[in-house]
Nanobody
Framework: QVQLVESGGGLVQPGGSLRLSCAAS????????MGWFRQAPGKEREFVGG????????EYADSVKGRFTISRDNAKNTMYLQMNSLKPEDAAVYYC????????????????WGQGTQVTVSS
């Protein structure tokens, strides 16, 4: 089992920045891929980006490429989502998730989920 806990959400103005954290426990993550997803009210949960823990290789959705950066800290077993140039359409509940081996964009293929953290982008 992998337990995931997100933190760092909040209210930010358009154009601002926010960093989310996802702390993992329960398993070593070397064989896992981690993903960030978001879900706005009335919308499907969508892939934001992911990282393969062992290599650090990342992938991003086109909507966030160039603005968001995913990183991980092996010592802290924590993944981060640095969000810059935030737009109102980035507002959502952000979730981190984990699955074995490879990054995929479909949320149904992730086995472990955090509880989510709210990001609000508003002036």
């Amino acid at each position: 089992q992998v337990q995931l806990v997100e933190s760092g959400g909040g209210l930010v103005q358009p154009g601002g920045s926010l960093r989310l954290s996802c702390a993992a426990s329960g398993r070593t993550l070397v064989n896992y891929a981690m993903g960030w997803f978001r879900q706005a009210p009335g919308k499907e949960r969508e892939f934001v980006g992911g990282i393969r823990w062992s290599s650090g290789r990342t992938e991003y959705a086109d909507s966030v490429k160039g603005r968001f950066t995913i990183s991980r800290d092996n010592a802290k077993n924590t993944m981060y989502l640095q969000m810059n140039s935030l737009k109102p359409e980035d507002a959502a509940v952000y979730y981190c998730a984990a699955r074995l081996l490879t990054i995929v964009i479909h949320s149904t293929q992730y086995n472990y989920w955090g509880q989510g953290t709210q990001v609000t982008v508003s002036s």
